[in-house]
């Protein structure tokens, strides 16, 4: 009778369980993707998954893609109505959005949407920040919900340890979604049912009296935190928002993937640079504006742009702290928009 050897036998077992493992995980992304669950783990804003799940819009004719400074700037509801009238039939847009996202994280949102809605153009923000090789909210950006196929771009531009853990959970993420799924509850708060539902990915509506009152509430609650939202922010932009400030991948290999992706689908671009308030603009390192604007001259020559920067001073009421707009800056920045985009979109 042959002795077993415990260090072999050891080894057998680690390997059945490695090899069980790695079956579950392929199996829980194949589940995850045909349910376009991938977002489902970490909601926080209505975008992928979470908007469709109470809206199918269908194809559209604009789609805005953005952090938060789009969510709270744009408003499709005020959109639309615009765009209709612009086109002399019905038009529709939709904004999905993720906060403090770079634009490597913004492709992604790209990916799950340019195929399904179809956009005849997509309105894309972008800024300084947006384009750094070390984009302070990378981490955010990978917990909110990553392919496998993104830890590439995702490590490269991860910081430290605690960056790389955010990277790696792309890994384990479908079965957290679908964990969420077996719950068989909403993980969302009503403020993204109501962008949802209500105001098609903008955190404000407009057009109804359901509308102005729901704005109402909301600045209201906003209001409460501007002076505190304040103190935290502007302190921290050079020191967290521009560290080692440097334009590279994987911000500038997500450009290229998204222009190739927009060309694939016939979608035109146009680029949006938000209104900031003269408190943060100010903290702006000048050598990281100029970088930027050289690489955008030199990446989207001739593309049209509505550059909103620098335009609107804090005395005009339009900002709701110091990078996102109310209700009326919203309603002001939805009509540039459309004026912009109406003749890209044509008939």
């Not at 072999?8 to 579950?24: D, K």
């Not at 709270?72 to 639309?80: K, S, V």
């Not at 993204?192 to 903008?202: F, K, T």
Request: contains cysteine.
């Amino acid at each position: 009778m042959t002795a077993v050897d415990p260090q072999a036998e050891h080894g057998r077992r680690l390997l059945h369980i490695g090899l069980w493992l790695l079956l579950l995980l392929g199996l829980s992304h194949a589940l995850s993707r045909a349910g376009r669950l991938q977002q489902l783990g970490a909601i926080r804003w209505p975008s992928d998954l979470y908007a469709l799940q109470y809206v199918d819009p269908g194809e559209v004719d604009l789609l805005v893609l953005g952090t938060s400074r789009a969510g709270f700037g744009l408003a499709p509801t005020a959109i639309d109505p615009c765009l209709s009238e612009a086109l002399g039939r019905p038009a529709r847009s939709w904004s999905w959005t993720r906060a403090s996202a770079g634009l490597w994280s913004l492709e992604q949102l790209a990916r799950a949407a340019v195929p399904r809605l179809r956009p005849r153009v997509v309105a894309l923000e972008l800024s300084p920040e947006m384009m750094s090789v070390r984009h302070y909210g990378h981490e955010t950006s990978a917990r909110s919900g990553i392919l496998p196929e993104d830890l590439p771009d995702c490590l490269a531009g991860a910081s430290g340890l605690a960056g790389v853990d955010a990277c790696l959970s792309a890994l384990t993420r479908p079965l957290e979604s679908l964990a969420f799924l077996d719950q068989r509850h909403d993980p969302a708060p009503p403020q993204l049912r109501w962008m949802a539902i209500h105001a098609r990915g903008g955190q404000f509506c407009f057009g109804s009296p359901a509308c102005r009152a729901h704005n109402a509430r909301f600045e209201a609650v906003l209001e409460r935190r501007r002076s505190d939202r304040r103190a935290e922010v502007i302190p921290k932009v050079r020191s967290e928002r521009f560290a080692g400030f440097r334009i590279g991948p994987p911000q500038t290999t997500a450009w290229e993937r998204l222009r190739a992706l927009l060309a694939e689908h016939d979608a035109q671009l146009i680029i949006l640079l938000m209104p900031l308030s003269a408190a943060y603009a100010a903290e702006v390192p000048g050598e990281a504006e100029a970088n930027f604007k050289a690489w955008l001259q030199a990446a989207a020559p001739g593309l049209p742009a509505l550059d909103r920067a620098r335009a609107w001073p804090d005395e005009e009421g339009l900002f709701i702290d110091a990078d996102h707009l109310n209700a009326r800056g919203a309603l002001r920045l939805s009509g540039d928009l459309c004026r912009a985009t109406a003749p890209l979109i044509g008939d």
